[in-house]
Structures are given as structure tokens and as C-alpha cells.
């Protein structure tokens, strides 16, 4: 991740290879960057180089950072916690490894510990007895070490809380103050910094992108029996702006032509941006306001461009999350459209009669994954529950499911911060074990973060099943009213 | 000195709300939180949800997998509630009638039991002991001091000289010395969580009833 990659061979393959191939090359991918990073803390583990190497005029910049990002709300939650432990067993790390480091009230202590120290009075003046904490090199360890190394911020904890403290916020409050001292794990850093200065976290030349939806229109064409069948791109005026996670173009293929296929079996007016189309945001992981704004705001622009009136936001957990919630805010703004999920798309079509399903088509046992930033904190609860049960035979759910569903793993930045991949693994055997006991042959994750952990959990926990998005299921069993052309 | 000591809780009440009021004005000095995203869904319905519903033991896993510490903790704030209200009712000469009395203390003895039972959990797991400071101890300690003197305070004490000014059993004299540490401790201790948990409820039930988390929408079959 975050490094610009080769489309041809994707390309040159069909689209059913191409899953195989995401799958090995996520490996691959992965297993170079820990080989990389393996070899690095060898020489000496940037991080830890950095941290040492800190200022006091450095710490107090990074207190400021902290501060600013604090508003009531959060000083609020930080004055509130009580200690009682019950968020525990909530945490899919501390069930994995029962370490007291992963427990998210000992997570929330080492910020509610700097908070008091210079925020409140009592921390300032009997700091030991209330828990205050120095905002100092052994505490920025420890930050490091639980705030981006054990925390996925899918907010399963808040909900289990007996105040109700909203603690992933709060801890993304932590990382933004240590983006202000360059302590953000180099992956996900590299991510980030790819995103802003190639417009995609990817690194996807803008002629490789077009040259995919154009191979894509094509196979669209050919599988449907219509030589008018779009993949629109730029079309101005057209209803809906569709985003991608630059991993459908680049390993993903088949997500992408099943949205397609399906606005086309609508009749839908849709379009993709050629320039803006990255529906990811791993500034909203690393804490990095301002990056995360920018990011954002490339899709606001292209919404205005293109006079569109919706900006659907393809199965993406925390891109929905970011650019449905947080985007406005980080901008400062109240958009003039909507911002939808393709997910809320396709129920509604579903609904309305829209697309014909036939769910024998879809025999297998299927079993749905909760994204965390889509459902738990992003509000999409029912409605791939609703496309899903009318897509395939059988549809089981996991328990527990939707608000209450367990985190796959692969959020929170985790994915890409290799240095925590084996603790990652490791969290991800509570998801794993959630899904043997399914019996599903098939696993639905609208979110391409969750699938990627989830094919590494399928290889590592050998669960053997196929995992798919939503969109690729519901594209499987659509019934197309003739073979003929249609108007698109 | 009965009237010094009544005297006495009332200013440290009064004490404890100027700190904590000011503890709340720097908290809402940090900036409000702007709302720039369309909501999906009511807040105010988060707000309902989380303050009814939401604080059912079945709603939460945390809670069904440690029932007794959920009860507990029921109690336990049960029994504060309870202390709270004969505190005053001794401190303004208030009477009591005998089945108010025996329901308060119920809940005293109660809430007396829950809160050293979450003070023993605390010191007895190693878990729990390394999420402490000494402030969780400390704070536990004196609402279970309140709570266990107020208890025996219902049958020796001011029960019978609710009235008498002049006036007052030995543990009514404990009750309101410790009820006065107690409340010029509030403020600089955990136990301020009593004045922001309301608020907080409330910012939880904004933030998952606007974006249509909570509360949870009915299932189809």
C-alpha cells in the first residue's frame, strides 16, 4: 500500500483470476513491507530514533496540537472515566491476548492521564493520585505502542462503556498530536503521503485508471449483450458521483464492474471522476486532520465540477465514515448533496423494483461482516442485510452482529502499519472464529480494508471460505431484463 | 456545634457545585464540537435511547457478561442517591417517615454492600489494581464511609432528632464530618464523574442517534 503499482497485468487476466491474484499479491505486498520493516528494526526502529531524538520544544508543540484538538465534548469524556475495566472484554485485542496494555480503559488512561496533567486542576497538583501522566518520551512509547498498535478505533468499546465515553475519537485526538511529531508508523504515513500528492493512496497514474474503466466498459458490454453500455467517466450533470477504493482498479476489478453493472441494469445517471475517485482517507486513521480535509475536499470538488447531486461512496468502511461524518467537519462546512452509500443505492433499487434478483443463484451460505466505521459508526446497518437476504439463499448472521459486531482487524490504519502485523493477526481471531462458526461458505464485507484482513485471517486461521463484497453478490444473481440494448 | 456541623455540609455543598460549575465552564471552554454533517437520524431519539433502553443490562455486553458487577453498581449508585437525600434531610431538619426510612435503608445497606464489593473487586484483581490510581481507591472509600454511617445513622441517630438543633447522635455528628470531606473531595477526585455523566450521556446519545446507530432500528424477519 501507498505505492504506485502496474495495471497491465491485471489487465491481460480475466476478472476471476484477478481475485486470486489480489489475494496473493496482498501477501506478497505485506510480506515484503514486513521483510522491509523487519529489516529496519534491525538497524534501528525509526520511531523509537525519532522519539529519542525529541525536543522539549518539539513535546511542547505537540501538547498544543492536543489541546486544539480537544473541544468540550472530548474534555468532557476525558474527565468522566471511572476505572471500572467492564470495556475489556469488548476489545478484540484483549480477548486475543488478555494483555493489560490492550485494554481500552488502560488505552484511554494514557491520554486522560497527559490530559489531567496539564488540563486539570487536580492533575496539576496531586498528580500521582489522580493518574496524571508527563507528556514525555516514556509516555510517547507507550501512546505509540497502544494508540496506533493496538487500536483498530472501531469504537466497540464506547458502546460497551458504562459512561458511554466515545474513546476512539479520543484516541485519534492522541494521534493527531503525534502526526505533529512525525511518530506516525512509516506505512501508514507513506499512505497518507502517497493520497496527497498522487491524488490516490495507490499511486495510480491517471492514464492507468482510465484505461481500467475502459477495459471494464468493455467487459461490461460484452457480458450484458449492449455495445452502449457505459462506464461513464467525467459525465457532467449526471445524478450520481461513484468513488472506488483504488484497490478495486488496481486488484479488485470485479467490485468495480459489479457497481457498474448494476447502475447499468438501473438505468441509473452515473458517473466516476477521472481525477477524484479515491473513496479511501487514511488521514482520518493517522490522526492527520489537515491531510484528511484534503483528501476530502477533492471529492467535494469533483461533486461541483460535475454538478452532481449525490456522492455515493462505494463499500468502504472508513471512507463512508470520513466522507459522510467527519469530511464536513474537518472542512467546516455543510455540503450542498448528498452523500450516500452505494449500499443505500442498491437497497433502493432492490426496493423500488429497480433490479431483478434471483437469489438460487447465490446457493451458497452467505454470512455478512459489519464494517465498524460503516455500521457502528457510520449508521449503514439494515440495508445490506436487506439486499443480502434477497440476493442469496441463505443468508445467516453472525452473533454478535451489527452495532455490536466485532472489529476483522484491518481497521484503524492497521493494514498498513506492518510493524503491527503480527499483533493484527492475532486480533483477528475473534472475527475468524465468529465466522467458522457460521458455517458460511461465503463472507460479505462491504469494505475493502475488512477484506483484506479477512482474506489474510481466511489463509492464516484456514477458515476456506470466499469473501466478497456486496455488490459482487448482488451483480451474481441480477436477472437482466433482456439481452438486448438499453438506453443507459 | 450540631448546627456548626450542619452549617458545615451545606457550605461544602455549596463549595463542591462552585468547583465542579467551574470545572464545567473551563470543559466547555475547549470549544464546541462543530455539526456540519446532515444528521440521518435523530439525535434526540440517541438521547432518549441511551438514558431508557440503553441502560438495560441486556443492551450491553459489558453488562451480560458481568451481571453482578452491573447490579452492583446499580446498587451502589442507588445507595449514593439515598445517602444524598438523608444527608439533607438531617442537615434540614427534615423528618422522615418510618416506611421512607426503612426503604432508605435498604438502599444504604445495599449500596453500602455493592460499593465494598466493587472496592474489593478493585484491590483484589490484578487487572483492575493496574487501571487504579489511588484517587479510585480513595473515592470509593469515603462514599462507603457516607454510605455504611448513614445506614447505622438511620437507627441510632436522626431518625429521632430530626427535629433538635441542639442535638445530635454520635454517628449523625460522623455522618455529616465525613459528608463534608466527601463533598470538598468531589471536585478534585473521580467522583465528579457525577457531574459529567448526564452531559456525556447525552453527547453519546447526539453522536449514534444522529448518524442512526442508536437506538437500533427493528430488524426484518
Redesign the interface.
Known amino acids: 500500500m501507498g505505492e504506485g503499482r502496474e495495471l497491465g497485468e491485471t489487465h491481460k487476466m480475466g476478472l476471476d483470476e484477478t481475485r486470486e491474484m489480489a489475494a496473493d499479491e496482498t501477501h506478497k505486498t505485506k510480506a515484503d513491507e514486513t521483510y522491509k520493516r523487519e529489516a529496519e528494526s534491525v538497524a534501528g526502529d525509526p520511531l523509537e530514533e525519532r522519539i529519542a531524538r525529541l525536543t522539549p520544544e518539539e513535546l511542547k508543540k505537540a501538547l498544543r496540537v492536543f489541546r486544539e484538538k480537544?473541544?468540550?465534548?472530548?474534555?468532557?469524556?476525558l474527565?468522566?472515566?471511572?476505572?471500572?475495566?467492564?470495556?475489556?472484554?469488548?476489545c478484540h485485542y484483549y480477548l486475543a491476548d488478555g494483555e493489560?496494555e490492550s485494554?481500552p480503559?488502560?488505552k484511554l488512561?494514557l491520554v486522560t492521564g497527559v490530559f489531567k496533567k496539564y488540563f486539570?486542576?487536580?492533575g496539576k497538583t496531586?498528580p500521582?493520585?489522580?493518574?496524571a501522566k508527563e507528556f514525555d518520551q516514556e509516555t510517547l512509547r507507550e501512546w505509540v505502542d497502544s494508540l496506533f498498535g493496538r487500536c483498530s478505533l472501531c469504537g466497540r468499546c464506547?458502546?460497551?462503556?458504562?459512561?458511554?465515553?466515545?474513546i476512539p475519537y479520543l484516541i485519534r485526538a492522541a494521534r493527531s498530536a503525534m502526526v505533529s511529531l512525525d511518530l506516525v508508523p512509516p506505512g501508514l504515513q507513506s499512505t497518507v503521503n502517497t493520497a496527497i500528492q498522487k491524488g490516490n493512496n495507490m499511486g495510480i497514474p491517471k492514464g492507468e485508471w482510465i484505461e481500467t474503466v475502459q477495459w471494464l466498459e468493455g467487459e461490461l458490454r460484452s457480458e450484458v449483450g449492449d455495445s452502449k453500455a457505459k462506464l461513464p467517466l467525467d459525465q457532467k450533470g449526471a445524478k450520481l458521483l461513484y468513488t472506488v477504493n483504488p484497490r478495486e482498479p488496481m486488484f479488485f476489478p470485479l467490485s468495480m464492474a459489479a457497481a457498474g453493472k448494476l447502475f447499468y441494469a438501473a438505468g441509473e445517471s452515473w458517473t466516476f471522476s477521472s481525477e477524484n475517485y479515491d473513496v479511501t482517507n487514511y488521514g482520518f486513521f493517522s490522526g492527520d486532520d489537515e491531510a484528511a480535509a484534503t483528501i476530502s475536499d477533492r471529492l467535494v470538488k469533483s461533486m461541483e465540477e460535475l454538478s452532481c447531486k449525490t456522492l455515493v461512496l462505494a463499500e468502504c468502511g472508513h471512507g463512508f465514515n470520513s466522507n459522510?461524518?467527519?469530511?464536513?467537519?474537518w472542512?467546516?462546512?455543510?455540503?450542498g448533496f448528498?452523500?450516500k452509500s452505494i449500499l443505500e443505492i442498491v437497497a433502493d433499487y432492490v426496493s423500488k423494483g429497480r433490479i431483478k434478483l434471483d437469489p438460487s443463484r447465490n446457493p451458497d451460505v452467505v454470512t455478512l461482516h459489519d464494517p465498524c466505521n460503516l455500521?457502528?459508526?457510520?449508521?449503514i446497518?439494515?440495508e445490506q442485510?436487506?439486499i443480502l437476504?434477497r440476493s442469496a439463499v441463505n443468508f445467516v448472521e453472525m452473533t454478535?452482529n451489527?452495532?455490536?459486531n466485532f472489529c476483522c482487524g484491518g481497521g484503524g490504519g492497521q493494514l498498513a502499519m506492518t510493524n503491527f502485523a503480527e499483533r493484527r493477526l492475532k486480533a483477528g481471531k475473534v472475527k475468524a472464529d465468529q465466522i467458522r462458526t457460521t458455517g458460511a461458505k461465503v463472507v460479505v464485507a462491504p469494505c475493502h480494508n475488512c477484506i483484506d484482513q479477512l482474506m489474510e485471517l481466511n489463509k492464516h486461521y484456514k477458515l476456506g471460505v470466499e469473501i466478497k463484497t456486496v455488490c459482487e453478490v448482488v451483480a451474481n444473481a441480477l436477472v437482466m431484463s433482456g439481452s438486448g440494448e438499453r438506453a443507459s | 456545634m450540631p448546627l456548626l456541623l450542619r452549617y458545615g455540609v451545606a457550605i461544602s455543598f455549596f463549595i463542591c457545585v462552585a468547583i465542579l460549575s467551574s470545572?464545567i465552564v473551563?470543559?466547555?471552554?475547549?470549544?464546541?464540537?462543530?455539526?456540519?454533517?446532515?444528521p440521518?437520524?435523530s439525535g434526540l431519539r440517541g438521547v432518549l435511547y441511551?438514558f431508557g433502553r440503553g441502560m438495560m443490562p441486556w443492551e450491553?455486553?459489558?453488562?451480560t457478561?458481568?451481571p453482578l458487577?452491573?447490579f452492583a453498581?446499580v446498587a451502589y449508585h442507588a445507595g449514593i442517591f439515598a445517602a444524598l437525600f438523608y444527608l439533607f434531610c438531617v442537615a434540614l431538619f427534615m423528618g422522615l417517615g418510618a416506611l421512607t426510612l426503612s426503604l432508605l435503608r435498604l438502599l444504604l445497606i445495599l449500596g453500602f454492600f455493592s460499593g465494598s464489593g466493587l472496592l474489593m473487586r478493585?484491590a483484589l484483581?490484578s487487572?483492575?489494581r493496574?487501571?487504579?490510581?489511588?484517587?479510585?481507591y480513595?473515592s470509593n472509600l469515603i462514599v462507603d464511609a457516607v454510605l455504611v454511617l448513614a445506614s447505622i445513622d438511620t437507627y441510632f441517630g436522626s431518625a429521632t432528632h430530626f427535629g433538635s438543633v441542639t442535638h445530635l447522635a454520635s454517628t449523625t455528628w460522623l455522618l455529616l464530618l465525613v459528608s463534608i470531606i466527601m463533598f470538598l473531595y468531589i471536585?478534585?477526585?473521580?467522583i465528579?464523574?457525577c457531574f459529567?455523566?448526564f452531559?456525556?450521556?447525552v453527547?453519546?446519545?447526539q453522536?449514534?442517534g444522529r448518524?442512526?446507530?442508536?437506538p437500533?432500528?427493528p430488524?426484518?424477519a
Open positions: 480537544i473541544n468540550s465534548e472530548y474534555a468532557a469524556y474527565n468522566s472515566c471511572v476505572h471500572c475495566g467492564l470495556c475489556a472484554e469488548s493489560i485494554i480503559a488502560h488512561n486539570t486542576s487536580a496531586i500521582r493520585w489522580v493518574g464506547s458502546l460497551n462503556c458504562s459512561i458511554g465515553l466515545n459522510r461524518w467527519e469530511a464536513p467537519e472542512l467546516g462546512k455543510k455540503y448528498e452523500v455500521v457502528r459508526l457510520g449508521g446497518v439494515e442485510r436487506y437476504k454478535p451489527r452495532e455490536k | 470545572e473551563s470543559t466547555l471552554a475547549f470549544g464546541k464540537r462543530s455539526r456540519c454533517a446532515q440521518k437520524s441511551v450491553k455486553e459489558s453488562a457478561k458481568h458487577t452491573y453498581g478493585r484483581s487487572r483492575m493496574k487501571l487504579s490510581s489511588p484517587d479510585d480513595a471536585p478534585f477526585g473521580k465528579r464523574h459529567f455523566f452531559y456525556v450521556r453527547l453519546v446519545g453522536f449514534y448518524r442512526g446507530v442508536l437500533p432500528r430488524h426484518e
